[in-house]
């Protein structure tokens, strides 16, 4: 094993309160792309005048929501997708008690189809719809399903996706408990995250604790600050640093 890995893994064997944080690079091998990446979701081409970040945003979605929903089922919508070996490396160490909470800016449920109990979607999840006007829940396959945009069949309210669209704020007690959560802990692991989209990315100055790892294919704003930094795949180092 890499001797940095081995120091890492030894690390957590001694932590009281160990905590992961991760971006979009976590669900990559599961066949969901990233947003800056070169073949991220940002630099494809979309069919549309418009450009994703603006097909994901609160205005666009009020003003378009066809052109949203018909957006979101071409390039969001991933039925086939499964948890990857980082998403069961995560559950496991939660299982075995050595990890207290994933904190994801992911959207797309894997966390908990793996098993991790303990996740807080700062960005929200599209496993969730609901009705903007009565607030009545709507199952993600029951909107995927259909073909135009979804409506309530009880008030006619237009049905939208739990998830922050651009132009939104944070959800005020998921960001809470991440805060809490980072500074309560005193291992985090950072995965898959370039660390340059705020406020997600100001998380990490909450950190009080004393071994910082930073998992990512490239470099970000915050690897002079970590104790351990790994350039590779996601899967196999938290899968090693895990066992």
Do not use: W
Request: glycine content about 8%; proline content about 5%.
């Amino acid at each position: 094993m890499n001797q940095t890995l081995e120091l890492a893994r030894e690390r957590l064997k001694t932590s009281r309160e160990a905590v992961f944080f991760g971006g979009a690079g976590v669900s990559t091998a599961s066949g969901i792309p990233d947003f800056r990446s070169a073949t991220g979701l940002y630099n494809q081409i979309t069919g549309s005048r418009y450009t994703p970040e603006t097909m994901l945003s609160n205005h666009f979605f009020l003003r378009h929501p066809d052109e949203f929903y018909a957006f979101l089922r071409s390039s969001l919508y991933y039925p086939d997708a499964k948890p990857n070996a980082a998403h069961y490396a995560l559950a496991d160490m939660e299982k075995r008690g050595k990890l207290q909470a994933v904190i994801t800016q992911n959207i797309d449920g894997l966390h908990q189809k793996a098993g991790s109990k303990v996740v807080h979607e700062i960005h929200g999840s599209m496993e969730r719809f609901y009705c903007m006007r009565c607030h009545r829940n709507f199952p993600a396959e029951q909107v995927y399903s259909q073909q135009t945009t979804p409506r309530c069949e009880v008030c006619g309210g237009l049905v939208r996706p739990d998830v922050v669209l651009y132009g939104e704020q944070l959800d005020p007690e998921v960001l809470t408990a991440s805060m809490e959560a980072v500074r309560q802990a005193d291992y985090l692991i950072v995965g898959g995250s370039s660390l340059v989209v705020y406020p997600a990315a100001g998380l990490l100055d909450y950190f009080r604790g004393d071994c910082l790892i930073l998992i990512n294919r490239d470099p970000t704003p915050y690897d002079h600050q970590a104790q351990y930094v790994f350039h590779g795949d996601i899967g196999e180092v938290l899968t090693e640093i895990s066992r």
